[in-house]
């Protein structure tokens, strides 16, 4: 069965620092991954996705994220964070049958 | 694009009353959609999938007598919760399967609170 997880639940980075939440999947194949993003009493709003082809996968936002094989990892990355970041961000793996989730990682941001 | 609409935003109800909720996908034609609980400070809880013209594949341990699916057409479905009890209340999210059959694009939520 597909897992994912997410090892960090809460993170706090000061605005302008760079940024970085990890995920790590388990799936016998090549998975297809999501990072989702959901504010505080609203429904989650798709990041990025990886399906195949390049493992560096550019979103909304300025984020990214790379696809490892190696470490079965999914690592969102953002070079500088806003204020606007602060929100809880879920990793996600599967697709056409169903989508795992992760826990979720609440970033907060202090100025 | 892409873009997914629930109704209500929320709802409160008296114990015992039924509630619907509609999740409709607004830019495109949705074959499945999704329902999703999650509880204070947790993950989502996928609830059933839902096909349109057929019916609903619920998860272990989700009563479908309960919480009843119906996918009518192909940018709509319902999510009835009927009889229900405080511990019913929650936040309840559905999503929709893309063009891509792959990827899923959620709607806002409905807070359902239960007195």
Redesign the interface.
Same mark, same amino acid.
């Not at chain 1, 009493?41 to 798709?46: K, N, R, T, V």
């Not at chain 2, 059959?101 to 939520?109: C, L």
């Given at each position: 069965a597909q897992s994912v997880t997410q090892p960090d639940i809460h993170i706090t980075v000061s605005e302008g620092a760079s940024l970085e939440l990890r995920c790590n999947y388990s799936y016998g194949a090549t998975p297809?991954l999501?990072w989702?993003v959901q504010s505080p $009493?609203?429904?989650?709003?798709?990041l990025l996705?990886y399906?195949s082809g390049d493992t560096l996968v550019q979103g909304i936002k300025g984020f990214e994220a790379e696809f490892k094989r190696s470490q079965s990892s999914f690592n969102l990355r953002k070079p500088s964070v806003h204020w606007s970041d602060a929100a809880e961000y879920?990793c996600a793996s599967g $697709?056409?049958q169903?989508?795992t989730?992760?826990?979720?990682t609440k970033l907060q941001v202090i100025p | 694009g892409a873009v997914?609409s629930?109704h209500p935003s929320r709802v409160i109800c008296k114990s015992g009353t039924s509630v619907k909720i509609e999740c409709r996908s607004l830019d495109f034609q949705a074959t499945t959609m999704?329902w999703y609980r999650q509880f204070p400070k947790?993950?989502?809880m996928?609830m059933a999938?839902s096909n349109e013209g057929s019916k609903a594949t619920y998860e272990q341990g989700v009563e479908k007598d309960k919480f009843l699916i119906n996918h009518a057409s192909l940018t709509l479905s319902t999510l009835t919760v009927t009889s229900a009890h405080p511990e019913d209340s929650s936040?309840y999210?559905c999503?929709a399967?893309g063009t891509d059959?792959?990827?899923?694009?959620?709607?806002?939520?409905t807070?359902l609170l239960v007195l």
């Open positions: 297809y999501f989702y $009493g609203q429904g989650l709003q798709l996705k399906f879920f $697709g056409y169903k989508v989730f992760g826990t979720g | 997914v629930q999704f947790q993950s989502l996928l999938t936040f999210i999503s399967r059959q792959e990827t899923q694009y959620f709607g806002p939520g807070r």
